[in-house]
């Protein structure tokens, strides 16, 4: 079945340092990845998608990869301010809105 | 900025009683949904909503679980009987689509946090 899953449970850097955080997916039929941004107490937020045809897109002051060949989806976060610190989560999604969340990587942004 | 609202913001219930967990999605949006997030673990799936039916559900969302809009604002929750597993944090979400959902761009709202004791 599908699964999206994250590599890592914490990461921790420092004000300005650039952020990457990686996430693995498994016989995805997903038609688009995603990331979302998850503050304590909040709902998820939208940061960046990308469909499945593409390897790449660019935000602002966010970059997400996409490497079907291995099944692996990236975000990395230029210039990491301390109001990026959150739960970060990778999904994928159908065209009928279904998402499917990996387990999300906790950024703490150290001043 | 427009967004989805939740109400109650923190349910406290007892097992086997029935809850209703209600939701404002944006009001231009066509698509529905529900998620629940137990805490500590990742964000899952429990159904889809379009005009007025469910598109699809997960196998979380079993007969206990039922969803209805009843008006053109509110969208609901339904849980018959509850269970000690259904604590949870539930999120309610909306997009817009026009030809269906085409990017991960769901708007959520804060959640409803349900504790069953």
């Known amino acids: 079945g599908e699964s999206v899953g994250l590599h890592l449970p914490t990461l921790s850097v420092q004000e300005g340092d650039n952020s990457i955080i990686n996430c693995a997916y498994s016989?995805?039929?997903?038609?688009?990845f995603i990331w979302y941004k998850q503050e304590s107490g909040k709902g998820p937020q939208f940061i960046i998608d990308i469909r499945s045809n593409m390897d790449k897109r660019q935000g602002q002051r966010v970059t997400v990869l996409l490497n079907k060949t291995v099944k692996h989806l990236s975000l990395q976060i230029a210039a990491t301010q301390p109001g990026d610190s959150a739960v970060y989560f990778c999904?994928?999604?159908?065209?009928?809105?279904?998402?499917?969340f990996g387990q999300g990587t906790i950024l703490t942004v150290h001043p | 900025e427009p967004e989805v609202t939740q109400t109650p913001s923190h349910q406290v219930t007892q097992m086997g009683q029935e809850v209703i967990l209600r939701c404002v999605p944006i009001?231009?949006?066509?698509?529905f949904y529900w998620y629940r997030q137990i805490l500590g673990q990742k964000v899952e799936f429990l159904v889809s909503?379009?005009?007025?039916?469910?598109?699809?559900k997960s196998e979380i969302f079993d007969d206990q679980f039922s969803v209805e809009r009843p008006d053109g604002s509110n969208f609901t929750l339904k849980i018959r009987s509850t269970k000690l597993e259904d604590s949870a944090m539930y999120f309610c979400?909306?997009?817009?689509?026009?030809?269906?959902?085409?990017?991960?761009?769901?708007?959520f709202g804060e959640g409803s946090r349900l504790t069953v004791l």
């Open positions: 979400a909306s997009t817009f689509g026009v030809s269906g959902p085409s990017t991960g761009e769901l708007f």
């Open positions: 909503f379009y005009n007025n039916e469910i598109s699809e």
């Open positions: 999904a994928g999604g159908t065209s009928y809105g279904k998402l499917t």
């Open positions: 016989n995805s039929a997903s038609d688009y």
């Open positions: 009001s231009n949006h066509l698509y």
